[in-house]
């Protein structure tokens, strides 16, 4: 069945470092790919997506490639900051409602 | 802000107490969810509700009841729950095609803890 496998964490970086965080996916057919983050106390919003081979999403200078051939869609920023802290799920849809979340990759920045 | 609210954002509540969780989305979404979150495991989807329809329940526990009165709005009504039930549940609302694969919206959730 569909499944998704992200990095485990907790990511720790200092500021102005460079992310990726790496995500993998299993699927049957042509998902569409999402990042969320989840900042403390708050719920699920949505990052960035893309929804067919090569596609790129971006969003707050977040980046992800849809990769077919590695069946992977890692999240990378250039330079985080302390207000990027947060929880970051991938997620895959595939057809019907069902969505499959990863199980979270937490990331502290640090001043 | 994602267009889909929820409250109480916290409850306690005792194992024989009756409540219900409240979701309402602003969207003009067509299909609502129920999951839940605990610590360390990942995000369990417990129900989904398309056009006010049921369509899925993922062997949830009796204990939780949802209602789906019309397409903006979803409860979660709950009775003599356990203390493993405690979690962060969470509403989410997409608008679904054929073929699926839209984007869901989460609200903020609420924080419960059954004592």
């Known amino acids: 069945g569909d499944s998704v496998t992200q990095m485990e964490g907790p990511v720790t970086l200092s500021e102005e470092a460079f992310l990726t965080i790496n995500c993998t996916y299993t699927?049957?057919?042509?998902?569409?790919l999402f990042w969320y983050v989840q900042y403390p106390g708050e719920g699920l919003q949505l990052l960035l997506k893309a929804t067919k081979a090569d596609d790129k999403g971006s969003n707050k200078g977040f980046e992800a490639t849809y990769r077919k051939e590695t069946t992977s869609f890692h999240l990378e920023k250039g330079s985080v900051q302390v207000s990027d802290s947060a929880v970051y799920f991938c997620?895959?849809?595939?057809?019907?409602?069902?969505?499959?979340f990863g199980t979270g990759t937490s990331l502290t920045v640090i001043p | 802000e994602t267009g889909v609210t929820q409250t109480p954002r916290h409850l306690v509540m005792g194992m024989t107490n009756k409540k219900s969780l409240k979701c309402e989305q602003h969207l003009g979404h067509n299909a609502m969810y129920w999951y839940k979150q605990s610590a360390k495991k990942p995000l369990e989807l417990m129900f989904v509700?398309?056009?006010?329809?049921?369509?899925e329940n993922n062997s949830v526990p009796s204990r939780f009841s949802p209602e789906c009165p019309n397409s903006s709005h979803l409860f979660l009504h709950l009775h003599t729950l356990q203390p493993e039930d405690s979690a962060l549940y969470l509403c989410?609302?997409?608008?679904?095609?054929?073929?699926?694969?839209?984007?869901?919206?989460f609200g903020p959730g609420t924080r419960l803890l059954v004592l």
């Open positions: 699927a049957t057919g042509y998902p569409s």
């Open positions: 509700y398309n056009f006010k329809e049921q369509t």
């Open positions: 997620a895959l849809s595939e057809r019907g409602n069902q969505f499959y």
């Open positions: 989410a609302s997409s608008q679904e095609a054929l073929g699926g694969r839209e984007t869901q919206y």
